[in-house]
C-alpha cells in the first residue's frame, strides 16, 4: 500500500468516526419539552436565546421552546405530560397544587420574578383615581392571566370586595385596545403592558396605573417549573436546563439589546425596537436588590410562607400546600454564578 493510499484511507476513517460520534452524541441528547407563558416577545427573549446560542445542547439537552398562553395554561401543559418544564406564575402554582391536592405532579426550582410586576391601568377619564374606586367597575382579561388570577389578593390589600369587580374573559390582544375604547374600565397587566396601550394610541399621561407592590404586597412572580417525573428520572437534565437559562439572564442583564436580537428567529415579523423597552422594564422585576445579594433564583422562605397563606386565603383552596413542597433549591447553580453583572458602560 502506497503513503498516499494509507492517508486516504486514514482519512476515510476518521470522517466515519466523526459521523459516527456527531450521531452518538445527537442520539444521546435529552429531548425536553419547555413551555413558555407566553407569546414570544421582548420580556422573554434571554429563553430565546440560550435555545439559540446553543446552551442547551452544551448541557446534553435538545429542547423545544414552545410559546404559551398563559401560566394556567402553562400547568396544565406540564400536569397533562406534553411538556416536561415550563414559566408559571407562583400564584397560579399555589393555586394549582391547593385546589388538586394528593400526587404532587411538578416542583418550581427557579424564580424569574422577585418583585411583582403585577399593575391594573386605567383612564383619567374613567373617573378612577385609587384602588378603591375599581369596586363595581368591569374589567377585561384572559382568563388564565395570572395578574387576574392574583387580583383577589391585591383587592383584599387595597380593602374591596373581589366579586364586586365584573370580569370580561377575552383574548389579549384585546385587552387593552378595549380600555383604549372605552369598552371596560380598567385592565390587569404586567408593567410592560403600559407600552401596548400607548401603542393603541393612549398618551402616557392620561393613564393611571396602580401597582400590587405599592399596595405592599409582596408577591413572587413567574418561576421555572419541573415535572416530578423529569426531576425523578433526571434530575441532571433539570439542572441543566436551569443552568442554561440562568446564563442567558446573566447575559440579557448586562446586555438587553443584544438578547432581543434573537427573538426574529423564533417570530420573523417581530421589532426588535419595539421589544426592547418591554425587556427593560420586566428585568427590573428580575435584577433587584435582593438577586444582587442572595442570587437570581432563589426565595425568602418566609416570603413564600406568605404568599402560600395569601392564595389560600384569597383563592379559599381547598388545601394549603407545604410550602417547603412548592420550591425545590437543590438546581439552582451556585450562587457565585447568580450574580448579576452590571451592563458595560
Avoid at 402554582?93 to 388538586?100: A, H, P, Q
Avoid at 370586595?161 to 383574548?171: C, E, G, I, R, Y
Avoid at 390587569?188 to 403600559?194: A, I
Wanted: charged share 25%; glycine share 8%; proline share 5%.
Amino acid at each position: 500500500m502506497t503513503t498516499r493510499s494509507g492517508s486516504r484511507l486514514a482519512v476515510a476513517a476518521l470522517v466515519v468516526l466523526c459521523l459516527f460520534c456527531g450521531s452518538a452524541f445527537a442520539q444521546s441528547l435529552t429531548k425536553i419539552r419547555y413551555s413558555l407563558d407566553w407569546r414570544f416577545e421582548g420580556q422573554l427573549s434571554f429563553y430565546m436565546m440560550a435555545k439559540a446560542k446553543g446552551y442547551f445542547e452544551k448541557e446534553g439537552i435538545d429542547l423545544t421552546l414552545d410559546s404559551g398562553a398563559g401560566s394556567g395554561a402553562a400547568i396544565s401543559r406540564v400536569v397533562g405530560g406534553s411538556h416536561e418544564m415550563a414559566t408559571a406564575d407562583l400564584s397560579s402554582i399555589i393555586e394549582f397544587l391547593g385546589n388538586n391536592p394528593g400526587q404532587q405532579r411538578f416542583q418550581a426550582v427557579y424564580l424569574m420574578y422577585n418583585r411583582s410586576p403585577f399593575i391594573i391601568q386605567t383612564l383619567k377619564k374613567s373617573g378612577i383615581t385609587k384602588p378603591q374606586d375599581l369596586a363595581g367597575k368591569k374589567m377585561a382579561s384572559p382568563v388564565f392571566d395570572s395578574v387576574r388570577k392574583a387580583f383577589p389578593i391585591y383587592a383584599k390589600a387595597v380593602g374591596i370586595d373581589p366579586k364586586s369587580v365584573t370580569w370580561l374573559s377575552v383574548d389579549a390582544a384585546l385587552r387593552e385596545t378595549m380600555l383604549a375604547r372605552g369598552e371596560v374600565d380598567a385592565v390587569p397587566g404586567f408593567e410592560l403592558n403600559k407600552l401596548t396601550l400607548m401603542q393603541r394610541g393612549v398618551k402616557e399621561e392620561d393613564i393611571v396605573t396602580f401597582a400590587y407592590a405599592d399596595a405592599g404586597l409582596k408577591l413572587y412572580g413567574n418561576m421555572i417549573i419541573a415535572s416530578n417525573k423529569l426531576i425523578a428520572e433526571n434530575p441532571r437534565a433539570v439542572a441543566g436546563v436551569v443552568r442554561a437559562i440562568n446564563r442567558a439572564l446573566i447575559e440579557t442583564i448586562a446586555n438587553p439589546e443584544e438578547s432581543v436580537k434573537f427573538i426574529k428567529g423564533f417570530d420573523p415579523v417581530v421589532d426588535e425596537k419595539a421589544e426592547l423597552p418591554k425587556l427593560k422594564i420586566l428585568l427590573r422585576a428580575i435584577d433587584t436588590p435582593y438577586a444582587r445579594n442572595n442570587g437570581l433564583g432563589s426565595i425568602n422562605k418566609l416570603d413564600l410562607d406568605n404568599q402560600v397563606d395569601d392564595v389560600a386565603s384569597a383563592f379559599a383552596l381547598k388545601t394549603r400546600p407545604p410550602a417547603d413542597q412548592i420550591f425545590n433549591s437543590g438546581f439552582l447553580p451556585p450562587k457565585a454564578d447568580r450574580i448579576p453583572r452590571s451592563a458595560a458602560k
